[in-house]
């Protein structure tokens, strides 16, 4: 049974930052690929960003291209996505999710396993 865990939401100023972590467990983590993906109320849940099972590829949303940065730490079994200079726009609920292949996809249909999601709420 995988599980995946969100956690640093939270209410952030225009500008602000925040880091979200999604923790893996019973599952062989590192050998897959893992992204995140949000929606916001009254849309449809759309990709931000993915990353491959061993850091080599990355890819993200033109949206958050230069703002948000997606990272992971096999030996921890967290992925990270950090958001930087947020937008009221990037207001959403973000779940990570893990595919079980190695490379990553932005098609949330690819992914087999997805967490419960975090709130970021970005005030002007």
């Known amino acids: 049974q995988v599980r995946l865990v969100e956690s640093g939401g939270g209410l952030v100023q225009a500008g602000g930052s925040l880091r979200l972590s999604c923790a893996a467990s019973g599952h062989t983590f590192s050998s897959y690929a893992t992204g995140w993906f949000r929606q916001a109320p009254g849309k449809e849940r759309e990709f931000v960003a993915a990353?491959?099972?061993?850091?080599?590829?990355?890819s993200s949303a033109d949206s958050v291209k230069g703002r948000f940065t997606i990272s992971r730490d096999n030996a921890k079994n967290t992925v990270y996505l950090q958001m930087n200079t947020l937008k009221r726009e990037d207001t959403a609920v973000y779940y990570c999710?893990?595919?079980?292949?190695?490379?990553?996809?932005?098609?949330?249909?690819?992914?087999?396993?997805w967490g419960q999601g975090t709130q970021v709420t970005v005030s002007s």
């Open positions: 999710a893990l595919r079980g292949s190695s490379w990553p996809q932005s098609d949330p249909e690819r992914y087999d396993y």
């Open positions: 990353i491959s099972w061993n850091s080599a590829m990355t």
